[in-house]
């Protein structure tokens, strides 16, 4: 079964300052899909950035970047320019490739406070 | 894009009644929707998948006669808990995917269900 391990309960950066969030996964597959999602205090679940593993290159979306090390199972997020719209819970996903059901398995979360 | 809505977002009910919770996605048409639970400060867990005109696959744990999940169309998938208890209190969110092929899911912005 595959597991997805956020250990940094809590983070915390300064603003305008880069902070990185850490995740690892397990998984005996070779195809799948990454994602980090961010949930403010709203609740509301955002898509911050997505990885195929297929794909070497590592997924950016304006502030935010991924590393992903497919060998190492390690995936994780970097907020650059940190703003206080970033403070939220933020967890790591996991989804198979294909299959019947795209379910997401997620970690455990990691709230990050942004400073002023 | 990708919107999906939930109702009620609030719902307080006295033990024992049943509760019905919409999830519907307003511009694209979801073949699989997902049910998740969510206690304060900790991850998504997933409860059921569901699936248009079919019966729901529920996670090891959850109680089927408890959570009925019904698809009866390709926008709208409803929760009912069942004689609802305290300990069902929660925080319930719906997402739905079809719209590509990339296992992205749309999430609702959540139901918190209190019972007294």
């Known amino acids: 079964a595959q597991t997805v391990t956020q250990s940094q309960p809590e983070m915390s950066v300064q603003e305008a300052e880069t902070v990185t969030l850490s995740c690892t996964y397990d998984t005996s597959e070779s195809d799948y899909y990454l994602f980090w999602y961010k949930q403010p205090p709203s609740r509301q679940m955002i898509l911050v950035i997505r990885q195929e593993a297929y794909k070497q290159q590592n997924a950016t979306e304006n502030r935010f970047s991924v590393n992903f090390q497919k060998a190492a199972k390690s995936f994780s997020l970097k907020i650059s320019d940190s703003q206080l719209g970033d403070a939220a819970m933020y967890f790591c996903a996991f989804s198979n490739y294909g299959g019947a059901t795209n379910k997401l398995i997620f970690g455990t979360g990691t709230l990050l406070a942004v400073q002023p | 894009g990708a919107v999906v809505s939930q109702h009620p977002s609030r719902v307080i009910c006295k033990s024992g009644t049943s509760v019905k919770i919409e999830c519907r996605s307003l511009d694209f048409q979801a073949t699989t929707m997902f049910w998740y639970r969510q206690f304060p400060k900790q991850s998504l867990m997933l409860m059921a998948t569901?699936?248009?005109?079919?019966?729901?696959?529920?996670e090891q744990g959850v109680e089927k006669d408890k959570f009925l999940i019904n698809h009866a169309s390709l926008t709208l998938s409803t929760l009912t808990v069942t004689s609802a208890h305290p300990e069902d209190s929660s925080f319930y969110i719906c997402?739905?995917?079809?719209?590509?092929?990339?296992?992205?899911?749309?999430f609702g912005p959540g139901t918190r269900l209190t019972v007294l």
């Open positions: 569901s699936n248009e005109g079919s019966k729901a696959t529920y």
């Open positions: 997402s739905a995917d079809g719209l590509n092929q990339i296992n992205e899911q749309f």
